[in-house]
């Protein structure tokens, strides 16, 4: 078998496995109400809207590839169906910890927590560079293993300096095979108007971040109220949101295109503490 075939070969079947994969969690988050699947969303949108192969059913402002979400509920490839809201739920310094661990294992200095965000599916970090000050990349930490990992979507496809950085795994990082800009699928999963340079100025100001965010609230989480000190990435910002005095959730928006995603996985807040 020569090596042009055996290549074929080895694509077809990548591709196959695949496809598998997709149908069998688009029906399994269309059979449990997580929306409609990666098959029956809207492709693209408009400014807001959402990337490619999302299922949002109810709008065009939902999160991006492979995220099925309609509503709050988690998508058949982002890694939300795992709701830890039985665990325990983490304190502030357990967060920490497990936080501080995983980045000592990238051998990268200048990197510290900056701020914790404990909810009851898992606790949520903000890593900075301490030279900068900008946010460098996003944590969640599971309650149970009480291990920190690198978050789903913007942080593994929207992040220009960090977004391969350890997160080569199967389903995201610049280079996996389902995601960033190297993965089998192409692009970034979320929005193909990233630049590739990071000397590319973000077009959007934390100003215009926050306005996105609303714009998308009032559409499709009515009462919410977008947070006015969003947290700057390399290529989009994070902010949280909340109803009556109280926070309900977190989305990002992309730093180029104003493209806003909503985080689905954290479940209700408990409590937050930012480092000094």
Not at 193 to 217: F, H
Not at 230 to 252: A, C, H, I, N, R
């Amino acid at each position: 078998m020569n090596n042009v075939l055996r290549n074929t070969l080895i694509v077809l079947a990548i591709l196959v496995l695949a496809g598998g994969i997709f149908m069998a969690g688009n029906m399994f988050a269309f059979t449990n109400g997580f929306g409609t699947g990666w098959m029956m969303g809207n492709y693209r949108g408009n400014g807001y809207g959402p990337g490619m192969m999302n299922g949002n059913r109810s709008n065009n402002y939902g999160p991006g590839m492979m995220y099925g979400n309609s509503g709050y509920g988690p998508g058949m490839m982002g890694g939300a169906g795992g709701n830890n809201s039985n665990a325990t739920p983490l304190s502030v310094d357990q967060a920490k910890t497990a936080a501080n661990a995983y980045i000592k294992t990238l051998g990268v200095n200048g990197l510290d927590v900056a701020e914790v965000m404990i909810f009851d599916n898992n606790a949520y970090v903000v890593v900075k560079e301490m030279g900068t000050g900008n946010g460098a990349f996003e944590l969640l930490v599971d309650p149970a293993t009480q291990n920190a990992y690198p978050e789903f979507g913007p942080n593994m496809m929207w992040n220009l300096k960090y977004g391969g950085l350890n997160h080569s795994q199967m389903m995201g990082g610049r280079n996996g095979m389902m995601g960033g800009r190297n993965g089998m699928m192409g692009g970034d999963g979320l929005d193909t108007t990233i630049p590739t340079d990071l000397s590319t100025e973000m077009n959007v100001t934390p100003e215009k971040a926050i306005e996105y965010a609303q714009k998308y609230l009032d559409v499709n989480v009515k009462g919410a109220t977008a947070a006015t000190d969003p947290v700057k990435f390399y290529g989009y910002y994070t902010l949280d949101f909340e109803k009556e005095g109280k926070v309900v959730g977190m989305l990002s928006v992309n730093g180029y295109s104003g493209q806003v995603f909503l985080h689905t996985w954290h479940g209700t807040f408990i409590e937050e503490s930012a480092m000094k």
